[in-house]
């Protein structure tokens, strides 16, 4: 009976398991790493975010507290009572309160809760800074979810001058009385009488002097903790594939017995490693000892606009933006950890990435090669800028309180002069004339801060169920005479089955027509303008869109178009648009303005259905 042949082993069979156990403490090192880095640097962002956030709801609500109090005669408990309750309808908010120094609630956006006492520890006043606030997360049995808690001293009266930290009476604003008693609206502070008050009465000595006041928001965590436990799922993900790559190419050269069986092997490896990296919601680039790309997935293109073809065996110096090739210098190949943040210009997009590059030694520590992460920071940053505008809300409230008590009872005084001096004169006399110019100019300027005011306060929301297709109707007949007058077609079409949109009836109107005016006054030699309504993209809601064949406008300034007071037009205020933008945010809805110069504009209002 013959001898079998016995095969010859590949020598990395016998090689020592401590290899594979150093191979992979390497990978778990380099991932523990970026997954501790990461998950710290984006809930340092989270806390920052929530905390900037509580701080613009406690100075919205210490700048309504001064507006509202400076023009009307309702108590300062009832005014800060009501303004504490529409503070709370934004989203993510669970409560506001302002308590004494002893824990006694003097204003709660759960009004029932009124004259308690706090459920929970208050922080010390020799804690709290005086000019800015401190946050902690707190698990209550009442929420479902974490609570982000922000406290701060309060302080809505205190100033420097002369009256600080006592209310101030101011009397009526001018027209106050006409309005309220010819039925075109309230004054500031008669809608306050008029809502029914439940629960405990405020406290009578909430605003007594010498007394500490603390001023707390409570933040609902569940989307925070969401997106960090998404950031977790990404980062355990992007281990695991680590983790796979690395075994499944040890095991790989382990199982090699022959070039045919090895070939087959490396490129099932190849085609594993390529599908789970081009899936990662994260941009990955890696070069090899000479600086080639061997490594670029689909989402590195999508972020830096180069094509995974165009850039692979190449220098990363001749394929990389300027701003991404100094992570592959020689100068940088043996910095351990290279991080920054960058913005980056893809065709006609813009993003803010975040770059994190480490190297890759092999088992003498020698560095063969690099790697390069990206993540997409553009979204947070949009966040930014959002809370930084919602700040510039909170300072131009505060503008509007000064611009009403220092103006407008001046103004009067001017008014009423210009008429006494008027009266003096002869009714054809130029002096008769000019007295009637000034009266007429102190009564724009009164409607010009009237406007302000009704921009910066905040206004109660009638929500009712609305059919569009009346009310797209009832607007559009306003402005049929103008339209004819300048040759303008109008046309409306509501899609069949629409549901009704949730929404306040006057607000809506004021809205629509404000949009209506604007393309006419783009389109004074005529053309058409177009009001659809139809489905909103995302569920639950509806969408209206006004479009003309105007003028347009120009790419430069369409981001600007809805900042307060930005205007081209002479004789504009600004607030138009404003308006329009600051009533879609009180409904939770949006809106989206396209536009190209000599084509014509198209303002989409994005609205929740019933």
């Not at 009310?471 to 005479?481: D, P, T, Y």
Request: aromatic share 4%; charged share 20%; glycine share 10%.
């Amino acid at each position: 009976m013959g001898r079998t042949k016995k095969l010859p082993q590949h020598p990395l069979l016998f090689a020592s398991p401590w290899l594979l156990a150093a191979a992979i403490g390497i990978l778990l090192g380099i991932v523990i790493f970026f997954t501790v880095n990461n998950l710290q640097r984006e809930r340092r962002l989270i806390t920052e975010s929530l905390f900037h956030r509580g701080m613009s709801v406690i100075r919205f609500v210490g700048a309504g507290t001064r507006a509202s109090m400076m023009m009307g005669g309702v108590p300062a408990a009832t005014q800060m009572q009501h303004l504490v309750e529409q503070a709370a309808g934004e989203s993510g908010i669970l409560y506001i309160a302002v308590v004494d120094e002893q824990g006694r609630i003097l204003a709660h956006s759960n009004r029932q809760l009124v004259g308690t006492t706090l459920d929970h520890q208050l922080a010390e006043p020799s804690e709290m800074p005086p000019r800015g606030g401190r946050h902690r997360i707190l698990e209550r049995p009442s929420a479902p979810h974490k609570v982000f808690e922000v406290t701060s001293l309060f302080r809505p009266f205190h100033g420097r001058g002369p009256g600080a930290g006592r209310f101030m009476h101011m009397p009526p604003p001018m027209g106050a009385e006409s309005e309220n008693g010819g039925g075109h609206g309230m004054g500031p502070g008669e809608w306050c009488r008029q809502q029914p008050m439940g629960g405990a009465p405020p406290p009578t000595d909430t605003f007594a002097e010498g007394r500490t006041r603390f001023i707390m928001v409570g933040l609902d965590m569940s989307e925070e903790e969401k997106v960090i436990r998404q950031d977790l799922y990404h980062i355990l993900f992007i281990s695991l594939a680590i983790l796979l790559v690395g075994i499944g190419s040890w095991m790989a050269l382990l199982s090699a017995q022959g070039h045919k069986s090895a070939q087959q092997t490396l490129r099932y490896i190849q085609a594993f490693t390529g599908l789970i990296i081009s899936r990662l919601p994260v941009g990955i680039i890696a070069t090899d000892q000479e600086g080639c790309i061997k490594t670029f997935n689909a989402q590195a293109g999508e972020l830096t606009g180069i094509a995974a073809d165009f850039a692979l065996n190449r220098k990363a110096a001749e394929v990389l933006p300027p701003s991404l090739a100094p992570f592959f210098t020689p100068a940088t190949a043996n910095e351990e950890l290279l991080e920054r943040e960058l913005d980056l210009t893809s065709g006609a997009n813009a993003v803010t990435l975040h770059a994190s590059s480490v190297p890759v030694s092999d088992d003498n520590a020698t560095v063969i090669g690099r790697v390069l992460l990206l993540h997409d920071l553009t979204r947070l940053k949009t966040l930014e800028k959002e809370m930084r505008k919602h700040e510039r809300l909170v300072s131009l409230g505060k503008m509007a309180a000064g611009v009403a008590h220092e103006v407008r009872n001046p103004l009067s005084s001017i008014k009423g002069l210009a008429a006494l001096l008027g009266s003096a004169f002869a009714e054809t006399s130029q002096e008769r004339h000019s007295a009637s110019l000034l009266i007429q100019e102190v009564e724009r300027l009164n409607r010009a801060i009237t406007e302000l005011l009704n921009y910066a306060k905040p206004l109660p929301l009638n929500r009712e169920s609305l059919d569009l297709e009346p009310l797209l109707a009832n607007s559009l007949a306003l402005i049929a005479g103008d339209a004819a007058s300048m040759g303008v077609a109008v046309s409306h079409d509501v899609a069949p089955d629409l549901p009704p949109a949730l929404g306040d009836r006057d607000r809506l109107n004021q809205v629509l027509l404000n949009l209506y005016l604007n393309s006419l006054q783009a389109m004074e030699q005529g053309g058409t303008l177009t009001v659809t309504a139809r489905l909103g993209e995302k569920r639950g809601t509806v969408q209206i869109t006004v479009q003309d064949t105007g003028s347009g406008i120009a790419a430069e300034i369409l981001d600007r178009i809805m900042d307060p007071y930005f205007t081209t037009k002479p004789q504009g205020s600004g607030l138009g648009l404003a308006m329009v933008q600051k009533i879609l945010d009180e409904h939770g809805g949006e809106v989206r303005v396209t536009s190209s110069v000599g084509e014509g504009t198209s303002v989409t209002l994005t609205l929740p259905a019933v």
